[in-house]
């Protein structure tokens, strides 16, 4: 009963918003009656409401598992705990549409809520919002219908969620990124309301700046914890592997991070102005874009969700839609848009604009990455595949370029430029130590690899300029902007954990049986695998291994693990890490030899917490700037 | 030039779509003709009621499904799978990593459409064949797997892909 009003709840919200919409078309051209538009904001409230409602309900149904839902019969079992049985409604298609929309929904009543009645662009920007969330209820009760009943008999207990999925990172990943993701709809909507109204004299920046900055900040976190999550508890043996839902949602976050440098920029000197709404545009365009490939099934990737071509052709034709509305929009307005002033070359503006230029770069490659496989498929049938060798040659040289543009950058002024000696100056410090440091990586691990040393070589130059500049305006007490300066100094963190992780890690297989031990390298003196045991848990079987190792003159014990679920009789490999500050030792045991002995796959990382540490430096600076913004 | 520029960033999203649009649509016709015929894997297995099950079952024309008593959806294609064979099509029933007490209450409480079921608990000719979950069906016809879709088999699924290779393989003999 319960399943059947959630469900009605979600139809009704869609009925709500399709008559928000009729009734604002017929009177559109009409002069605006300040009643029409508070009705509008009303129905638009209630609409929100009642998905908000719904969704609880849901929620409710997982918690108390009613296994006559379909989904939440194939996704939930009576045996887990309540955390997992919430978060087993995003752990596949329906439920996490759902949760995408709910969130979607909650951005856009905080957003239309927080514009005064009488700002021109409130009822346009709702009209679009309300746009949007219908087609994505549509498309959530038409093709993937999550309050589905299995009748007349409904099952007796829950297939159980995916063991993989098992983790607490699920309960937060995913919420993370579509937050993330749906929160640049507020960008979306409101710069096309913008432009289709024509008034240029508004000054828009404002309004969505905070906003779009705390989206950021949750795409920045949901990615990286999908990182994490990769890492350490799904025991890939590495942070990214340029997987096509990766790459869909980095493309989203590189043009988000354009955009709000190019927001800043147009916020200072009216510059940039066709630049940063193109990019807003661009934002939601390519999540769309995401949503569509994961969703449609087209690829295939581990985050793949099953293959429906209805879907994908009715995701692919309302977001071409959406998007084509705005850009239609956008093009129409480009002669009016361009009016303002030409930039000054080695102004601060003309650096920015070289970055909006290397970021979109940066996504056209991962989205020729992404879709020329499918190019080459559609040719001549060939399956091809495009792995870590493509974007790791692409993005040396442009990382290498935005490096050097970031040094230059940030001493340089708005609207003018700078005396050449002047960069000279102040740019001889940051290159000679970053000369120094690289040389001195490669004194130290005396291994050669271009790629990584191009990243070495803009991690440090990011990341010594800007220490140096810190320093320097400590000293003399000058301004210096905080969070931009702690985002960046992650930034070159980051490009030089990643370089060095690259050259410095390696990895081992051993071979063993229970008892033995042996030498594995100077770093390793000894590897000792001293006890094997099989253990019963609720709902799985556990061969649980103990392993002692000498490293670096410190006893370490490791207790990697594989268990078999029973439900699903998967099978899961549970790695154990010891971590230290400059490595970490992973270690997974494989299969067992005809001998009676075990392989195990030993890894040792470089530097991998720092790539964790470098993002929160980076979502720190995001959150310095937003905090400045409200004190002053 | 802000002309064409203009033109461009509406038309390259819209071949973009486009080009998408053909993707999707070219893959649902033509993942199934482009199925490369291989042969059913050899297997040593048992069926529910522990009889060795011969490979010369799968002579001529026989359905086979992947199903399990755990698996939710195979309760949802059970009644169409019923229809089929009582139109005197053959299913052969490939019980995956179950096991034997449940899965004959199953067929029991259910009702049994398949002439007999391979009774396969570790997975092994499941991973020959490519399962990767239940349900799936595959068209085998004299020992060759001709066809394979993944999910339910619904009834729009059975004359789009499978139905019209059966009728192929009626008329040559």
């Known amino acids: ?632 | 030039m802000n002309k064409s520029l203009r033109f461009l960033i509406v038309l390259v999203p819209i071949i973009i779509f486009t080009f998408f649009a053909n993707v999707l649509l070219i893959e649902e016709d033509e993942k199934f003709s482009k199925f490369n015929t291989k042969n059913f894997p050899l297997f040593e297995l048992n069926d529910l009621n522990g009889i060795p099950v011969k490979y010369e079952y799968l002579d001529g024309i026989k359905l086979v499904n992947v199903w399990a008593s755990w698996c939710i959806t195979c309760l949802v294609e059970h009644p169409f799978l019923t229809k089929l064979s009582n139109a005197n099509i053959q299913i052969v029933g490939l019980n995956y990593k179950d096991s034997n007490n449940k899965a004959s209450a199953w067929l029991q409480k259910h009702g049994n459409p398949y002439i007999l079921s391979i009774y396969d608990p570790r997975g092994d000719l499941a991973f020959d064949l490519g399962v990767t979950g239940a349900p799936e069906s595959y068209l085998v016809i004299d020992n060759q797997v001709v066809a394979h879709i993944q999910g339910e088999m619904t009834p729009k699924k059975w004359e789009t892909i499978f139905h019209p290779l059966i009728k192929k393989a009626r008329n040559e003999t």
Request: glycine share 6%; charged share 10%; net charge neutral.
């Open chain 1, 1 to 632: 009963m319960i399943g059947e009003i959630s469900h009605f709840l979600s139809l009704s919200a869609v009925v709500i918003l399709s008559l928000i919409l009729i009734f604002n078309f017929f009177f559109f051209f009409a002069k605006i009656h300040p009643n029409q538009l508070s009705l509008s904001i009303r129905l638009f409230n209630q609409a929100c409401w009642l998905v908000f409602i719904s969704f609880a309900m849901y929620v409710y149904l997982a918690i108390n598992d009613d296994f006559s839902i379909a989904y939440i019969a194939s996704h939930s079992n009576s045996q887990l705990p309540i955390f997992y049985k919430v978060s087993s409604i995003w752990s596949a298609h329906e439920g996490s549409m759902f949760l995408w929309i709910v969130f979607l929904t909650a951005w856009s009543i905080f957003f239309i809520n927080s514009l005064d009645d009488s700002h021109s662009l409130k009822k346009t920007t709702l009209l679009m919002v309300s746009l949007i969330i219908l087609g994505f209820l549509l498309f959530l009760l038409l093709t993937s219908n999550p309050f589905e009943r299995v009748l007349p008999f409904g099952a007796i207990e829950g297939a159980d969620i995916n063991p993989v999925l098992q983790d607490p990172a699920l309960v937060i990943h995913p919420p993370m990124l579509y937050l993330g993701y749906v929160g640049f709809v507020i960008s979306f909507s409101y710069i096309t309301a913008y432009l289709f109204h024509g008034n240029f004299e508004l000054e828009w920046e404002k309004d969505i700046k905070n906003w779009s900055l705390v989206a950021w900040i949750f795409l920045t976190i949901g990615i990286t914890l999908g990182s994490w999550w990769a890492y350490y508890e799904l025991g890939w043996g590495g942070y990214w592997f340029w997987d096509p839902v990766e790459n869909v949602a980095l493309m989203p976050w590189l043009a988000a991070t354009a955009f709000m440098h190019s927001l800043y920029a147009s916020s200072k000197s009216s510059v940039l102005k066709t630049w940063t709404m193109f990019l807003g545009i661009l934002i939601f365009a390519l999540s769309l874009f995401g949503a569509f490939i994961v969703r449609s099934g087209i690829i295939d990737s581990v985050h793949s969700f099953a293959n429906d071509p209805q879907r994908g052709l009715y995701l692919l034709i309302f977001s071409g839609l959406i998007t084509l509305l705005a850009l239609g929009v956008f093009a129409y307005r480009i002669p009016s848009l361009n009016a303002s002033k030409f930039v000054v070359s080695g102004s601060k503006e003309s650096f920015l604009s070289m970055n909006n230029i290397l970021m979109v770069t940066s996504i056209f490659s991962i989205f020729l990455g992404v879709t020329y496989p499918l190019i080459i498929e559609a040719i001549n049938g060939e399956k091809v595949s495009i792995g870590p060798p493509y974007y790791n040659t692409i993005f040396a040289p442009l990382i290498l370029i935005t490096a050097i543009f970031i040094m230059a950058s940030v001493d340089s002024l708005w609207q003018r430029s700078k005396p050449l000696k002047s960069y000279v100056y102040k740019t001889f410090f940051p290159v000679i130590l970053t000369i120094l440091f690289t040389y001195f990586v490669w004194h130290i691990t005396e291994t050669f690899s271009i790629l990584s040393y191009i990243g070495i070589f803009s991690g440090s130059l990011i990341l010594f300029t800007y220490l140096l500049r810190v320093l320097n305006n400590f000293f003399y007490k000058k301004f210096i902007n905080k969070g931009s300066a702690v985002a960046h100094i992650g930034l070159g963190l980051l490009f030089l954990a990643v370089s060095l992780n690259s050259i410095l890690s390696y990895e081992k297989n051993l071979n063993l049986a229970p008892g033995e031990s042996i030498f594995v390298n100077e770093s390793i003196k000894e590897f000792s695998f001293d006890d094997i045991k099989v253990l019963k848990a609720s709902n799985h079987d556990v061969i649980s291994v103990e392993v002692s190792l000498l490293q670096d003159g410190k006893n370490i014990f490791l207790n990697p693990q594989k268990r078999k679920y029973a439900t699903r009789g998967q099978i899961t490999t549970e790695s154990s890490i010891y971590a230290s500050i400059l490595k970490d030792t992973y270690l997974t045991i494989g299969d067992q030899l005809e001998n009676g002995s075990w392989t195990f796959a030993l890894k040792i990382n470089y530097f991998i917490k720092w790539i964790w540490f470098s993002a929160s430096l980076m979502v720190m600076g995001m959150l310095i700037t937003i905090i400045k913004k409200k004190a002053t």
